[in-house]
């Protein structure tokens, strides 16, 4: 199975800072990247797919970028709404697997 | 609007089974591959496996072939997934996820809003 690991498990930031969440493929994954956002007590909502195309409805502060093993979701202008887990998915090889998670809190 | 609407929490005593249910609105319920992810608390998540409700083909992650069984009633739009001989290790949020439609390898793009299983004696 593809190892996903994210970095860091955890972030604090302040309202209207920009953040960067790091996922890293034990191989490559050719760019079948999804980044989900999962706010407290509910479940995973569909951020970015194909590394960096955004779904619908998604605020164009999200962007996500990379490639081969390296990914990366990016966050501009952090709101307060945005406090949450964030978790990568790799499609490319079944099983889909997920990396650990990414908790956001505001500082 | 695309639902996904799970039915309620569950307490199983060891060694039993529990059946969770996953009503499907707002599409064709034949036209996309259901699947199962598991959260165990505190945790990140695993997939268990898909359905596809139109021919009711199945695929499951190596470690959910003797743990989980999935089944889909097109009549009534509604996924079920069975877990059986419960452990401690079974305790977790189970969801419902719909495929993404152009992947392969799923991708999900609308979520039940999940069912908390306890596993206690």
């Known amino acids: 199975d593809i190892q996903m690991t994210q970095s860091p498990a955890s972030l604090s930031a302040s309202l209207g800072e920009t953040v960067t969440i790091e996922c890293l493929a034990s191989e490559d994954i050719y760019s079948n990247l999804a980044w989900y956002q999962q706010k407290p007590g509910k479940s995973p909502q569909l951020l970015i797919y194909y590394a960096n195309s955004l779904n619908d409805g998604v605020p164009s502060r999200f962007s996500g970028s990379g490639s081969g093993t390296q990914y990366s979701l990016k966050i501009n202008s952090l709101q307060s709404e945005d406090v949450s887990i964030y978790f990568c998915?790799?499609?490319?090889?079944?099983?889909?697997?997920f990396g650990g998670g990414t908790k956001l809190e505001l500082k | 609007e695309v639902q996904l609407q799970q039915s309620g929490p569950e307490v199983g005593r060891p060694g039993s089974s529990v059946k969770i249910s996953c009503k499907a609105s707002g599409y064709t319920f034949t036209d996309y591959v259901m699947n199962w992810v598991k959260q165990s608390p505190g945790q990140g998540l695993e997939w268990i496996g898909w359905?596809?409700?139109?021919?009711?083909?199945?695929d499951y992650a190596e470690k959910f072939k003797k743990k989980a069984t999935l089944t889909a009633d097109t009549s009534s739009s509604t996924a079920y997934i069975q877990l059986s001989s419960l452990t401690s290790e079974d305790t977790a949020t189970y969801f419902c996820?719909?495929?993404?439609?152009?992947?392969?390898?799923?991708?999900?793009?609308?979520w039940g809003q999940g069912v908390m299983v306890t596993v206690s004696s």
């Open positions: 998915q790799q499609n490319y090889d079944s099983p889909p697997t």
């Open positions: 359905i596809d409700p139109e021919y009711g083909s199945t």
């Open positions: 996820a719909r495929a993404f439609i152009t992947t392969v390898v799923p991708l999900f793009d609308y």
